[in-house]
T-cell receptor, first 116, second 117 residues
Framework: GAVVSQHPSRVICKSGTSVKIECRSLDFQATTMFWYRQFPKKSLMLMATSNEGSKATYEQGVEKDKFLINHASLTLSTLTVTSAHPEDSSFYIC????????????FGEGSWLTVV | AQTVTQSQPEMSVQEAETVTLSCTYDTSESDYYLFWYKQPPSRQMILVIR??????QNATENRFSVNFQKAAKSFSLKISDSQLGDAAMYFCAYRSAEIQGAQKLVFGQGTRLTINP
């Protein structure tokens, strides 16, 4: 079946630095990718929707200058957390779709970010 | 905007018994998909079952079945013969199927299911 790979699975970075998380669709062309953040014991909160070759659409309240999303190819989207702070520590999950409404959305394994 | 509500933060069931998880949603769209996802401790999101709104027949996948009531905007998940491996967080989700609709999944708050041996 379709696979979405997310890397790294765990990352620790120092406060003030930037960290990049990659989301790759391994066997299909992902025209649309989604980035979620999940707090402990909470649901998935959509941060932004990225379409290949165009600017990401951010949800209300999400700082686009802090959470940079790039979707430069049909198989790769990246989330860069800039000038990370401890409150950015969280679980981040990506998902990918081939773009048709009927197609299943596939999820990556998620990435734990800890900012110290 | 569409919303999804799961009113049961936690549920528990004895192994081999049946449990039903509730989900209601609100939408003005007529064409959409509904999903149940399972998130075990590994945090990997696993698709359990999917229902197309235009289909009257309830979806089933082995021990998992749904009770889809479109007029009531209700979409409950029934797990039969519960197994220890079913213990997880379960999320109900909505996705538009309309051409101009948003492609994103809208999630409910989740229900933590515990299986008692």
């Amino acid at each position: 079946g379709a696979v979405v790979s997310q890397h790294p699975s765990r990352v620790i970075c120092k406060s003030g630095t930037s960290v990049k998380i990659e989301c790759r669709s391994l066997d299909f062309q992902a025209t649309t990718m989604f980035w979620y953040r999940q707090f402990p014991k909470k649901s998935l909160m959509l941060m932004a929707t990225s379409n290949e070759g165009s600017k990401a659409t951010y949800e209300q309240g999400v700082e686009k200058d802090k959470f940079l999303i790039n979707h430069a190819s049909l198989t790769l989207s990246t989330l860069t957390v800039t000038s990370a702070h401890p409150e950015d520590s969280s679980f981040y999950i990506c998902s990918a779709s081939s773009g048709l409404a009927g197609n299943t959305i596939y999820f990556g394994e998620g990435s734990w970010l800890t900012v110290v | 905007a569409q919303t999804v509500t799961q009113s049961q933060p936690e549920m528990s069931v004895q192994e081999a018994e049946t449990v039903t998880l509730s989900c209601t949603y609100d939408t003005s769209e007529s064409d959409y998909y509904l999903f149940w996802y399972k998130q075990p401790p590994s945090r990997q999101m696993i698709l359990v079952i999917r229902q197309e709104a235009y289909k009257q027949q309830n979806a089933t996948e082995n021990r998992f079945s749904v009770n889809f009531q479109k007029a009531a905007k209700s979409f409950s998940l029934k797990i039969s013969d519960s197994q220890l491996g079913d213990a997880a967080m379960y999320f109900c989700a909505y996705r538009s199927a309309e051409i101009q609709g948003a492609q994103k999944l809208v999630f409910g708050q989740g229900t933590r299911l515990t299986i008692n041996p």
